[in-house]
């Protein structure tokens, strides 16, 4: 069916700033000043608009940012039987959200209401407006920040139709939200409009999950590599020629090691099997972290982390899992599970940990439809409506806690500790106590699961007494500790009983590398392991302070270690 003889509706009321405009949410839609205006104009040139002439479509890259100078341009979400306008922007407002600059693809398409003229200006200039004037690239990025979640909110981009129960299904729908992507999961089971898209396609229920994009394009149980190329998302990469730094995990010290990195002049990767962000960027606000008083969301500095890296031109490979790592003529080399492996004079060890699950029965069963490791906007969608329970006593369970209470109407807050502030940061624990919304109840597990395919309640048992009773629960967040993700690693390097990377002085003991370290005529460095030139940081490493400031710190040492290594000619072997 033509676009033009589709049928169009309006996700929002008109607005009052102008003819058919839509008002600004919470700082998305900001209207820009006749000086910056001025300064932007100084890099692009402005170009007259039609009626019904397109400046960006769903589905496809784009790399100019629009000023509107006169005119109307409508935002419209490419559904399968309609046009849905999400947004109208008149004059002094711009266009985009933060695919733009991140090379992704448009999610929506924009389209010219009423003729005028906009300004447009390449991204990689813009990159440059935004690095010297930090009141506007402020603005810009912040609209951008607000316009993703918006959309993720709002079910826009692609859709992934897909039962509950498929294991296929959890995957890409986790995939999808780790990297903020926006989309709308149907399940075919409670949707009627999977049924009419299945039959347009088609496609039987047994041949789902599928990936529908711009009414035609269909992919059939996709591997996250092909739902990151659809998404424009930067799939593993090739071989190449050996960089300066590789870094191998993109949370937050990970990202840290890369930004510093690739500012510093080295030649730096990253690579990452999921996402970026690690787990802070599963959490809904962090209230602690230094500079900023009015805390921050995980989503939000994962997301300006990796906007910084791009403005250093530091390529971050997603997905790409590493599952080797071996010595190279004088080099390091890791093996992907996909594509050619990749060399480096020095690499960085930054995987992180996994969350742990409960030991439960039929915990597996209820995985797919009602338990959850992370708790992002995503995840809070599903909440409405429904009592849920979080387990785990440490920051993030209390800021999942009091995040997803302004979406369920009854939160459990489960502890296995006698009280909150044995594993929680104070002033944490002072807001979930003044909170009515949560029930806290602690020195208490849970020990069943109850329901058939989906979550109803939860059993627990008070540990001192031995007491148990059921609390009603549709969805369960997990939020219990982990465990280091360094099966990828073998022999390679030295780890612990507990198999966290050991590091600095330590790296030496018991191990026969001592020939590599006298041969250099040094011990290794404080955040070096048994391997000269490799690195590790972050919640992989043995002592680390599990916080992501110290993450954040220990990238910019590794750095200056892997800068000091190199600059005394490696000693690899």
């Known amino acids: ?234 799939a593993s990469p090739a071989g190449e020629a050996v960089v300066d730094l590789l870094v191998v995990g993109a949370g937050p010290a990970g990202l840290a090691a890369t930004v510093y990195g690739a500012s510093d002049g080295l030649d730096t990767r990253l690579l990452d099997t999921i996402a970026a962000g690690g787990q802070a960027a599963a959490s809904s606000r962090i209230e602690n972290y230094l500079g900023f008083p009015s805390g921050i969301s995980g989503a939000e500095f994962a997301e300006r982390a990796v906007i910084q890296a791009k403005k250093f031109e530091a390529p971050l490979h997603i997905p790409a899992t590493a599952i080797g790592l071996e010595s190279d003529g004088g080099y390091y080399r890791v093996r992907l599970s996909h594509g050619a492996p990749l060399s480096a004079k020095a690499v960085v060890i930054a995987t992180g940990a996994h969350y742990r699950r409960l030991k439960l029965p039929r915990l597996r069963t209820f995985e797919s439809s009602s338990v959850y490791y992370a708790a992002t906007q995503v995840e809070a969608l599903h909440c409405a409506g429904k009592p849920i329970a979080v387990v785990g006593g440490g920051n993030s369970a209390g800021q999942a806690a009091l995040f997803l209470a302004e979406h369920a109407p009854e939160v459990h807050l489960l502890c296995r500790s006698p009280e909150l502030r044995e594993s929680m940061s104070r002033y944490l624990a002072d807001q979930i106590e003044q909170d009515h919304r949560v029930s806290v109840r602690c020195d208490t597990e849970v020990c069943e699961l109850v329901g058939e395919t989906e979550l109803e309640a939860v059993t627990v048992r008070r540990n001192d007494t031995g007491e148990q009773w059921r609390i009603p629960a549709q969805l369960l967040f997990v939020f219990i500790g982990a465990e280091p993700c360094t099966s990828w690693l073998a022999d390679t390097v030295r780890l612990d009983e507990r198999g966290y990377v050991v590091t600095g002085r330590d790296a030496t003991e018991a191990t026969t590398n001592g020939t590599l370290w006298q041969a250099l005529d040094r011990q290794p460095l404080a955040l070096e392991t048994s391997r000269p030139g490799v690195f590790a940081i972050g919640d992989v490493r043995r002592g680390s302070v599990k916080r992501i400031t110290s993450a954040v710190g220990e990238g910019a040492m590794a750095v200056r270690m892997a800068i000091e290594h190199l600059c005394r000619g490696g000693g690899m072997t």
């Not at 129960?165 to 999808?176: G, K, M």
Request: glycine share 8%.
């Open 1 to 234: 069916m033509s676009t033009r003889h589709m049928s169009e509706r309006s996700a929002q009321p008109p607005g009052t700033a102008g003819q058919g405009e839509t008002p600004d949410l919470h700082g998305a839609y900001p209207r820009l000043t006749d000086e910056q205006i001025t300064t932007l104009a100084g890099c692009g040139h402005r170009r007259p608009t039609r009626r019904g002439q397109l400046l960006a479509a769903a589905g496809l890259p784009t790399d100019m940012f629009y000023v509107v100078l006169r005119g109307q341009i409508a935002v419209i979400d490419e559904e399968e039987s309609a046009r849905r306008i999400i947004r109208v922007h008149g004059p002094r407002r711009f266009l985009g959200e933060l695919g733009l600059l991140e090379g992704q693809i448009s999610f929506v398409t924009m389209e010219v209401r009423a003729p005028g003229s906009v300004l447009a200006v390449p991204v990689r200039r813009l990159r440059e407006v935004i690095a010297r004037d930090p009141v506007l690239g402020d603005a810009i990025l912040r609209a951008y920040l607000i316009r993703r979640s918006l959309l993720v909110g709002q079910g826009t981009g692609f859709r992934i139709i897909g039962s509950c129960y498929s294991p296929d299904t959890r995957r890409l729908r986790e995939f999808a939200a780790r990297n903020r992507l926006p989309h709308r999961w149907i399940d075919p089971e409670k949707d009627p409009q999977a049924e009419n898209l299945l039959r347009r396609f088609q496609i039987g229920p047994a041949d789902t999950p599928i990936v529908v994009w711009r009414r035609s394009d269909v992919l059939r149980n996709p591997s996250n590599a092909e739902l990151a190329r659809l998404a424009g998302l930067t």
